[in-house]
């Protein structure tokens, strides 16, 4: 497969799928054993740390009896607290890796065209890039989150106008291509955050602009299906529960709550492993923008033919 190279609307999403065809089975590998222990160790925390907060939710309050989310909150405030802090640190960690392992698995099977990385490997690319990921994702919420609120804001007042309503459709994708393709840009080359920021900006506001924005769109709604298949079934069971509970005035059992973690957990699982065709998609986008690599690749293909006859 070929990385650094022009691609049009269709070849965006047939070449992701093309990669994940080709190195699908190498990188889920490596991604689910580093996430792996992340994921679980969340799981647990969630089940552990909020299983009395969902059985409240659909048991006792609905059933109209005292023990009511204040009381539980006052008597278990602290460790709500932590088992919070825990939680939200735990999926701040897991968003970082989840965001920087395609870059750098894209990066180097573009580079060594191989498919078979061990997750050592994979672990210690991420390691070397730990203190770029670390002040990328700080960057980005000290940039992005007041740009998305003003943007927002904007679409918001302008809801009335069609205008208004194109906005706020492609907000989120535009803003996606121009995270992803900073955090490519920086954590491949020797740029500062602000200067692959601005080469970002540059790249999807440009001629190319309508075939990204159309890609990512295209992506998301692919994504959104996968995932909405594993929501379904909490939501289902978690319905299922509360019309017993009105019908019969008993309690949740056990079993339909850890049911529910497991099945959001799963949903969460699915969710993450599913966004990696965006990311993938993107990390080919900002190669289709990389005129210099892809000049790059056509005179190394030159030279091999040179040196073959």
């Known amino acids: 497969m070929i990385f650094h190279k022009k691609r049009d609307f269709g070849e965006l999403i047939s070449d992701t799928f093309e990669f994940f065809k080709t190195y699908g089975k190498n990188y889920l590998k490596t991604y689910l054993t580093i996430n792996g222990g992340v ?3 969340l799981l647990i925390l969630v089940g552990v740390g909020f299983k009395d907060i969902i059985g409240q939710a659909f048991s006792s309050n609905l059933a109209g009896e005292s023990y009511y989310f204040e009381e539980y909150f006052d008597q278990n405030s602290g460790t709500l607290i932590i088992v919070s802090i825990l939680v939200v640190g735990l999926i ?5 890796i ?6 750098l698995y894209l990066d180097a099977a573009s580079k060594t065209k191989r498919n078979d990385f061990t997750v050592n490997e994979m672990f210690e690319k991420l390691k070397a890039k730990a203190g770029k990921i670390i002040i990328f994702s700080i960057l980005s919420f000290i940039v992005f989150v007041p740009l998305l609120f003003i943007t927002f804001g904007l679409s918001a007042v302008l ?4 205008i208004g309503l194109f906005l706020i459709i492609a907000l989120i994708p535009i803003f996606t291509a121009v995270v992803n393709f900073t955090l490519f840009d920086y954590l491949t080359t020797d740029n500062g955050y602000f200067t692959a920021l601005g080469r970002a900006f540059g790249f999807v506001f440009s001629k190319n602009f309508w075939k990204y924005l159309g890609g990512v769109i295209v992506m998301y709604f692919l994504v959104q299906i996968i995932v909405s298949v594993f929501s379904v079934i909490p939501a289902f069971i978690s319905g299922v529960s509360a019309a ?3 019908t019969t005035g008993e309690e949740m059992s ?7 973690v497991v099945f959001y957990f799963l949903s969460l699982v699915a969710s993450f492993i599913a966004s990696n065709a965006i990311y993938v998609m993107t990390g080919l986008m900002y190669y289709d923008s990389r005129e210099d690599l892809q000049r790059e690749v056509h005179f190394d293909e030159i030279d091999s033919i040179g040196k073959n006859v």
Do not use: C, E, G, H
């Not at 701040?92 to 970082?96: D, I, K, R, V």
């Open 39 to 41: 994921l679980i160790l």
């Open 92 to 96: 701040f960690l897991l968003s970082m």
């Open 98 to 103: 989840s965001y920087a392992f395609p870059v």
């Open 159 to 162: 809801i009335f106008l069609i």
């Open 244 to 246: 017993t509970i009105d």
């Open 254 to 260: 056990t079993l339909s709550i850890i049911l529910i």
